[in-house]
């Protein structure tokens, strides 16, 4: 236990004040067996990310937050923040409980899946199929259909919520759901735009009990859970060493606390209680190949396609795969979700391609977990993610290469294949911009991968050039080919 100073929910500190200060614990996971953990720039990102969040805590006077960072297969971070409970000072610490909220969805999602992957549903499938009893008021007299795909898109048009429970703090039973669905009316037609649903989600986690025969709690337990490993996750149980939830800060600098709220029968969209150990697990299994079975929950192509964005706010400016939201930051692509409960929010973001995930877990109704989380990436992430990354193995530029070079045509059009660098590059020679030149990756054997940064095109495809009495005549660029014009010396 590293001893550091907290900023209580009414705390106004100096800087010098936080310094000294020494009232409170940060608690830490022992850090991870492995050369990731052990390395000099990912511990110098944790004590510049951790430096950054004492300050959060005091200037904010925020409660308390949980952090873990996942490489692969490895949590090779977690810290807990501040505190558990203000009122009987308990800290923060990694085996912290908190409410996951929205997390929920990815396990709904991901039980649809499974039961998907075993032939028991398609995705195409119409609700009513599996829930003869789910009629809503339709937007239009021709809105078609709802399919368990909107539902896991939030395309299908419905309603946010299945009443007043976010301000009542009393969330509807499965019973009282199935009867007040007929006087549901929805906003859109289905696909008409992207509109986020709790109402969806909990559709869909009936649609999984139908379909499965198990309540969704216990199916999450049995399919998801278990399987992982994930024995301090559990569905809406007011179980020991669950953070106390408190409210946004007021201006005299007090906090409202939040007792346990059952989402009875919306556990599926928003019910299911975690640890940033247990998320870790979770986070871990959207990296893995493999058929699905045991702790592969499942195969790569399922896990693929819950990945993809599926449904695109009308601004482009966020979308949804299946269960996953999906947000761009720049030049990343990233998958997560955010959850928000009474007094609890909570954020992951997951970088596919690195294999690197963040998960910030909070209890405050003002914490901003998905800023903490950016930060969280971009620091501690980052380097996480270039301490663990793979150097792909470079075919070394042979000079002869240089035969290459040249004008190419065909009917379609030209290409000129140009030496820049060491490195072989095409480009459409009456292109009006120099942007983007389509870089030839050697691949052995004289033979080169087309790179492009769109999808369009050849991108991924074999390119190979053809010779004949000691002269290039020809490039392949996949199945098509150009035919040499003008050989460059």
């Known amino acids: 236990m590293t001893r550091c100073f907290r900023s209580g929910p009414t705390a106004a500190l100096s800087l010098a004040g936080i310094l000294l200060s020494g009232t409170a614990t940060r608690v830490c996971a022992q850090p991870a067996a492995s050369p990731i953990a052990a390395n000099a720039d990912v511990g110098g990102a944790k004590r510049l990310f951790s430096a950054w969040m004492d300050g959060q805590l005091a200037y904010r006077g925020l409660p308390g937050v949980v952090v873990g960072v996942v490489a ?67 937007a239009g007299e021709d809105d078609g259909p709802i399919t368990i795909e909107q539902l896991l898109t939030h395309a299908s048009g419905l309603p946010r919520e299945a009443g007043d429970h976010w301000t009542t703090n009393e969330f509807p039973t499965a019973d009282q759901l199935r009867a007040l669905m007929p006087e549901r009316e929805a906003p859109y037609a289905p ?33 998801i859970f278990d399987p992982l490993a994930m024995s301090s996750s559990s569905v809406d149980v007011d179980v020991p060493g669950l953070a106390t939830g408190y409210g946004r800060r007021m201006p005299d600098g007090s906090r409202l606390r939040f007792p346990f709220v059952d989402a009875h029968g919306m556990a599926a969209a928003t019910g299911i209680t975690s640890t940033v150990g ?43 795969a299946i269960g ?18 009474p007094g609890h929010m909570t954020q992951t973001l997951i970088d596919l391609d690195a294999k690197v995930g963040v998960i910030v877990l909070t209890n405050a109704q003002d914490s901003d977990p998905a800023g903490i989380a950016q930060q969280l990436m971009n620091s501690v992430g980052t380097a996480v993610a270039k301490a663990s990354s793979v150097k792909p193995t470079v075919v070394a530029w042979d000079p002869q290469w240089e035969r290459f070079a040249g004008l190419y045509r ?6 000129q294949v140009i030496v820049l660098d060491q490195r072989l590059v095409m480009l459409v020679p009456n292109s009006p911009t120099l942007d983007g030149p389509n870089p030839l990756e050697p691949i052995g054997g004289g033979r080169f991968r087309y790179g492009s940064r769109s999808g369009g095109g050849s991108v991924g495809e074999v390119v190979r050039f053809v010779e004949q009495g000691g002269r290039v005549v020809r ?14 010396r």
């Open 72 to 138: 692969d297969q490895q949590l090779v971070w977690a810290q807990g923040f501040g505190l558990a409970d203000v009122e009987n000072n308990v800290p923060m610490s990694p085996d912290t409980k908190f409410r996951m909220a929205s997390h929920s969805k990815l396990f709904t999602a991901t039980s649809i899946m499974q039961l998907r992957e075993r032939n028991k549903l398609r995705l195409d499938d119409r609700v009513v199929q599996y829930l003869p009893w789910f009629k809503v008021k339709p």
């Open 475 to 488: 490039i392949y660029i996949g199945d098509s080919y150009f035919e040499r014009v003008l050989a460059l």
């Open 191 to 223: 696909q008409e735009r992207w509109k986020y649903s709790n109402l969806g989600f909990t559709v869909a986690g009936m649609v999984v009990e139908a379909v499965s025969e198990e309540r969704w709690a216990d199916y999450v337990q049995h399919h």
């Open 324 to 341: 996953f939201a999906v947000t761009r930051v720049g030049d990343k692509t990233y998958v997560g979700h955010s959850g928000v409960y």
């Open 410 to 415: 065909s009917r379609g059009g030209d290409w």
């Open 278 to 320: 247990d998320m870790a697990k979770f986070v871990s299994a959207q990296f893995r190949r493999g058929p699905m079975g045991g702790a592969q929950i499942l195969s790569t192509a399922s896990l693929r396609e819950m990945h993809r964005v599926r449904s695109l706010e009308n601004s482009w400016s966020s979308g949804t």
